[in-house]
Each structure stands twice: as structure tokens, then as C-alpha cells.
């Protein structure tokens, strides 16, 4: 167990409609990332948050935003959906704001089915 | 453009013998490289991290080595077990601030008893 909670777990919709993922990370780690995982593409980085502030982009659409809590939990909104987003959605949390100088623990993952 | 290599075929080996997987990058300068472990289905679990100016990071049966010249990392698993068995992953720091990984598409690892 790594500490990092995601919810839910699965999640069917279908296309136009919109979802929001929801991660919490280690206790004590401030920066929250979000990765996309699909058959095709691999893990893409998407977003990346520190304390609250949004820290770096990746490929990340226009159709989806994110955001970080002062309780330092961190939320994933993807909207009108389409069927190419479905994938598995991975949130990780480290304790520094520098991706490279620490391991990211990762959460469970939301498997995202759009039909 | 930038790019990282894993080799996507799978890697079948024998119990006990040593697992060695490559990852190659182009176009990148990174401080840092990190191995991940991935079984079907759920999140990354970190292995190792190595730097710049290590050549070699070693933990149990683990062995990682980085050369900037070549621009590529060879991770070991020494004394393979079937429990070894998943997909590895490795991940650079993308040079935008060091403030992204970006991740190989990884190698499947099968150990057979």
C-alpha cells in the first residue's frame, strides 16, 4: 500500500459527459501528480501540483483541468468525454516539488470506461 | 523530438539467472533517472533512482547503471524469481525546470520456474 487513495475505482459514462477523479496523497507529501495510462500511448504525464499551486503541464487537454485543495487533496475533472479517454488514471504524490529528485508513490489508479 | 526506448518485446528468462533491461533516451539531458515496477492493472511502485554523476546504484538484488555518454540506463535483477515477473518502467526528468518525469513505455519481464 502506498499510502495514495484514489476514488473511484471504475467509473462508465458515456461520451459529452463529465467525470472528476479524486486523489489523496501520502500524508506530509505536498506535490500531487496526475498520469494517464492507455494501451497505445503509456504513461503520460498530465499535471502536476505542489501545495496547493499548479507546478507543471504536460500533455494535458483543454477539456481537462485539475486542481489542488488546502487539504492537499487533489481532484481531476475531465469533461465531454470522448471515447479515447478511456484509460487507467494514476495519481501520484512525492514530497518535493522536483519531479526528478524523488519517488513518486503511486495510487490504485480510476479505470475510466467511456461507452 | 524527445524519446525514450524501452525494449517492447517481452523479456523471457529462467529462474536464477539475471534479468538485464535497457532504457535508451535521445534529445534528453537528465539529473536523475528512476526505475518503476508495474503489475497489469495497477500503479507504478518505485524501484530505484540513480543520478548524473553515478554510474552504478545497487539495492538487494537490484542493480541499476546510467551512462550520460551512451544516454542509456541497464537495470539488472540478479538470482531472478517468477515473483519478478511485471513490467518495468523507466522515467527522466524532463528539462523544463526538472519539474516532469517522463516514462519509457516499459519492458514485460517473465521469469519462468
Known amino acids: 500500500d502506498s499510502g495514495v487513495t484514489q476514488t473511484p475505482k471504475h467509473l462508465i459514462t458515456a461520451t459529452g459527459q463529465r467525470v472528476t477523479l479524486r486523489c489523496s496523497p501520502r500524508?506530509?507529501?505536498?506535490?500531487v501528480y496526475w498520469y494517464q495510462q492507455s494501451l497505445d500511448q503509456g504513461l503520460q504525464f498530465l499535471i502536476q501540483?505542489?501545495?496547493?499551486?499548479?507546478?507543471a503541464k504536460g500533455n494535458i487537454l483543454e477539456r481537462f483541468s485539475a486542481q489542488q485543495f488546502p487539504d492537499l487533496h487533489s481532484e481531476l475533472n475531465l469533461s465531454s468525454l470522448e471515447l479515447g479517454d478511456s484509460a487507467l488514471y494514476f495519481c501520484?504524490?512525492?514530497?518535493?516539488?522536483?519531479?526528478?529528485?524523488?519517488?513518486?508513490?503511486f495510487g490504485p489508479g480510476t479505470r475510466l470506461t467511456v461507452l | 523530438s524527445q524519446k525514450i526506448e524501452q525494449n517492447s518485446e517481452a523479456l523471457n528468462i529462467q529462474e536464477g539467472k539475471t534479468a538485464t533491461l535497457t532504457c535508451n533516451y535521445t534529445n534528453y539531458s537528465p539529473a536523475y533517472l528512476q526505475w518503476y515496477r508495474q503489475d497489469p492493472g495497477r500503479g507504478p511502485v518505485f524501484l530505484l533512482l540513480i543520478r548524473e554523476n553515478e554510474k552504478e546504484k545497487r539495492k538487494e538484488r537490484l542493480k541499476v547503471t546510467f551512462d550520460t555518454t551512451l544516454k542509456q540506463s541497464l537495470f539488472h535483477i540478479t538470482a531472478s524469481q517468477p515473483a519478478d515477473s511485471a513490467t518495468y518502467l523507466c522515467a527522466l526528468d524532463v528539462d523544463t525546470g526538472r519539474r516532469a518525469l517522463t516514462f519509457g513505455s516499459g519492458t514485460r519481464l517473465q521469469v519462468q520456474p
Open positions: 501540483y505542489y501545495n496547493g499551486e499548479e507546478r
Open positions: 500524508s506530509g507529501d505536498l506535490s
Open positions: 501520484a504524490s512525492s514530497n518535493l516539488g522536483l519531479a526528478g529528485n524523488n519517488e513518486q508513490f
